[in-house]
């Protein structure tokens, strides 16, 4: 295993369920990647994702092997609702939206966030056609077709870049939001699917549509980590090169260490992943190369709830059209109990990069900070010293799915079938989200398992994976 962020971590725990003998390598000098929390004088900072969609199952299915899931938290229902900054103010985003398209016409005709005109070019969607097969179609394309400029500039784009820290008018549609493309294809209508999709969604039970654990994300993988048992974890381990030899897939490390394995998964940013292809199998490494990553910071803030204006919701997303310098600001404490020392302190998130940030994103901790307190100042009316500051950059850390995403990966992947026990995994392919990686990160082991079992006469739980180590 190369790469000990959430995928790798979710495949090494199939294989080791498996019985599989397990090295997993991790360049960093911890496992877990971006979802890590920290906690400081009773705040929890998070590092990355505060947060997972439970609808998607996968993360709860996890949650239930591992024994946390009594740990799951929803959002606080007190304070629901999230706003738009546009035209110099705060607006809420209309009540019953699946990301862009509406699945109640009431909250959106309410709402000041679009003008009327925006509303009626919202409501031809009803009676639009579908769109012909026009081939790998931008998200932009397809919101300006179905619901308009304005839906696109207030809501889909500042929606989109909070996710995906990208713009709509390079994004793939199929590779980042194939359910859309489906709804039109299934029920021509975006508006008739979304009420479509409420009245039948299956209920949540006690869990939010958002959820997040007790103690911050990172008792996801820590309980990963315990649960790995003998696996050989090497954190602060680089792999620089591999290779094919007689007895299987080498990799060599930069201490001068080499591991020989018959399988290995590569859960790792494209741009590493293709580095250590390049010699094994260059379509492959030249096709996972193309993937675009992009950088983004998060800049984390305390302050004594008495000092702060009145906040609304669970805080704000900014579309790009305003050319601020974040994209979007969470309000924590107000989202998640327990994230603050108590309610005479709030916990502020607030997001650097997008399009147009790339090189404020990769900035030094002071003009982060500053750059967050300048834009909360202006924005939420947040003038304030704060109590804590935290900041962490993600050079490179999100991946995006361009025009062409889908072909790029196919091609990748069919390379790689000449290749039998090398295996990709993880955000740069088939979804970004947690739950998205952890599913990529258990099909991978599962495919290992496959051809292990089928080049072995006789499957043993300790030769699964084998590994030769050498200095």
């Not at 979804?431 to 006789?458: H, K, T």
């Amino acid at each position: 295993m190369v790469g000990g962020g959430i995928t790798g971590l979710a495949a090494a725990h199939r294989l080791t369920g498996a019985g599989a003998d397990v090295v997993a390598v991790e360049s960093s000098p911890r496992f877990g990647g971006k979802v890590h929390t920290e906690q400081v004088d009773g705040f929890l900072v998070e590092a990355g994702p505060d947060s997972f969609v439970a609808a998607k199952q996968v993360v709860l299915e996890l949650a239930a092997e591992l024994g946390i899931e009594e740990e799951v938290i929803s959002s606080r229902p007190d304070n629901r609702g999230s706003y738009v900054y546009s035209n110099g103010r705060l607006h809420a985003l209309p009540e019953g939206l699946l990301l862009m398209a509406p699945s109640r016409l009431g909250p959106v005709l309410r709402s000041a966030l679009l003008s009327w005109g925006g509303k009626l070019r919202l409501l031809g969607d009803l009676v639009l056609p579908r769109g012909g097969d026009a081939g790998d179609e931008s998200l932009e394309s397809f919101v300006e077709r179905r619901l308009g400029h304005q839906v696109l500039e207030r809501i889909a784009q500042p929606l989109v870049a909070g996710i995906h820290a990208a713009e709509p008018d390079t994004m793939s549609l199929a590779a980042s939001f194939p359910r859309f493309l489906e709804m039109e294809r299934t029920h021509r209508s975006l508006i008739l699917a979304a009420k479509r999709a409420a009245r039948e969604a299956p209920p949540t039970g006690e869990v939010s549509y958002f959820a997040s654990f007790k103690d911050g994300m990172g008792a996801l993988t820590a309980a990963l980590l315990a649960a790995l048992g003998d696996a050989d974890l090497r954190p602060g381990a680089e792999v620089e090169g591999l290779s094919r030899s007689p007895a299987g897939i080498r990799l060599s490390l930069t201490d001068t260490t080499e591991i020989t394995a018959d399988a290995v998964i590569l859960a790792l940013p494209a741009s590493a992943a293709g580095r250590l292809l390049a010699s094994t199998s260059p379509e492959a490494a030249a096709a996972v190369s193309e993937i675009r990553q992009v950088s983004s910071a998060v800049v984390t803030l305390g302050y004594r709830t008495a000092d702060l204006p009145r906040l609304h919701g669970y805080g704000f997303v900014v579309p790009s059209v305003e050319r601020r310098r974040i994209t979007g600001v969470t309000y924590t404490s107000q989202k998640w109990d327990g994230r603050s020392p108590g309610p005479d302190w709030s916990l502020i998130r607030a997001f650097v990069g997008g399009a147009d940030g790339q090189q404020l994103a990769v900035a030094d901790h002071d003009r982060l900070v500053a750059t967050a307190r300048d834009e909360l100042a202006s924005l939420a009316g947040i003038t304030a010293q704060p109590a804590l500051v935290r900041s962490q950059s993600w050079q490179g850390g999100f991946h995006q799915y361009t025009l062409g995403h889908l072909e790029r990966v196919s091609r990748a992947e069919s390379a790689l079938s000449a290749h039998p026990g090398l295996y990709l995994a993880g955000g740069a392919f088939h979804g970004i989200g947690l739950n998205e990686c952890i599913d990529s990160g258990r099909r991978a082991a599962d495919a290992a398992l496959g051809f292990l079992s089928a080049n072995q006469a006789v499957p043993r739980p300790d030769s699964l994976i084998r590994k030769q180590i050498s200095s």
